[in-house]
């Protein structure tokens, strides 16, 4: 057992299957825009905006953005955690790699919050 | 990297580890590791021409053939002791985690602890390994993380125990496999599968202690 503490859930199940479940609420949120803008490729700005201010649509909303929030920091771990290490960047890895993920985090939160606001404000 | 000429007996589709005994003889410190030449004890795992394979299993013809250049590595990922061999004890140590052996607490029965043939048949394509670690050296999750992904060759004989039926430390084999390196960094890129030269799937194995893992999990 290789300990961690900045993993998503510190467990590696639980992050794997978190990936896969929101990779697909992903694709079903990607294929519902795709749907809305085949369906109606006239839409203007006041359609566009009609469909995102009912409940459904802000809550299918809200748990996209939650899940690509969830997928992305699980993915940019393991990409810190593959590359950042000392086996490539020598004894100032560690304090490296802590920097990427407290700045992936930041932005992440930064995304969430500010998708929150964009989705429920009005 | 040093050049040799090597004359290759006409008509003959000869080894590379035969090509090296000749390579041997123009420089006797070549170095290289060599023992069963018959694909057994896994000793001569090396990179020939940009894939790993036992030299002592793998013809000229499937490397070029006579008149061609043939390049050889040490495998790829680990250190170098000298020329064509390499430190393997990061290897062996993931290996070790994995506990690769039989653990029953159960008194024992006077005679072997018995198994149904198809019980035994679930350890076929998995008890064959004979740890020359072409897989996890030609594996980037292993090359990343070797002090921490446990590799396919250690995987392999991790399900080779979780599959035993006469093994009673499934549940504590698979709390040790759970954390997010361990089984996890295997990205299901099958380059295990393509080099194995026993043909065998420490991709599908992983993918057995994946799916064991979400059973005992959720």
Redesign the interface.
């Known amino acids: 057992m290789v300990t961690n503490a900045t993993n998503l859930s510190r467990s590696g199940l639980s992050d794997w299957l978190i990936q896969r479940f929101s990779a697909v609420i992903l694709a079903a949120y990607s294929l519902c825009i795709l749907g809305s803008l085949l369906m109606n490729p006239e839409m203007d700005y006041e359609q566009w905006r009609a469909l995102f201010s009912g409940t459904g649509m802000r809550l299918f909303s809200l748990i996209a953005l939650a899940s690509l929030c969830a997928h992305a920091w699980i993915g940019m771990w393991t990409i810190g955690t593959d590359y950042l290490t000392e086996r490539h960047l020598g004894s100032g890895a560690t304090f490296i790699r802590l920097i990427y993920q407290a700045a992936c985090v930041l932005l992440i939160a930064v995304y969430l919050l500010w998708g929150i606001e964009i989705f429920w404000s009005n | 990297m040093q050049e040799f000429e090597v004359e290759i007996p006409a008509g003959k589709d000869i080894m590379v580890l035969d090509v090296l005994a000749l390579v041997k003889e123009q420089d006797p410190s070549v170095a290289y590791r060599r023992s069963c030449r018959e694909g057994v004890c896994g000793s001569d795992g090396m990179n020939m021409n940009g894939t790993n394979g036992l030299a002592c299993i793998t013809p000229i013809s499937e490397v070029g053939g006579p008149g061609s250049k043939l390049v050889l590595r040490p495998l790829p990922g680990l250190p170098v002791i000298r020329d064509l061999v390499v430190d393997m004890s990061i290897f062996y140590k993931q290996f070790e985690k994995v506990r690769p052996y039989l653990i029953n607490d159960e008194p024992a029965p006077a005679i072997e602890r018995l198994q149904s043939p198809e019980d035994r048949a679930k350890l076929d394509g998995l008890y064959e390994c004979i740890l020359c670690a072409c897989c996890s050296t030609n594996c980037p999750?292993f090359w990343?993380?070797p002090d921490?992904f446990i590799g396919p060759a250690g995987l392999l004989q991790a399900y080779r125990f979780l599959a035993d039926s006469r093994d009673t430390a499934t549940n504590e084999r698979l709390?040790?496999?759970?954390?997010?390196?361990?089984?996890?960094?295997c990205r299901g890129i099958m380059n295990c599968v393509a080099v194995c030269p026993k043909g065998l799937n420490p991709t599908r194995a992983i993918g057995h202690i994946?799916s064991m893992?979400?059973s005992q999990?959720?």
Request: charged share 30%; aromatic share 16%.
């Open positions: 999750s990343w993380n921490k709390a040790d496999l759970d954390d997010p390196f361990s089984v996890f960094r994946r893992l979400i999990g959720t």
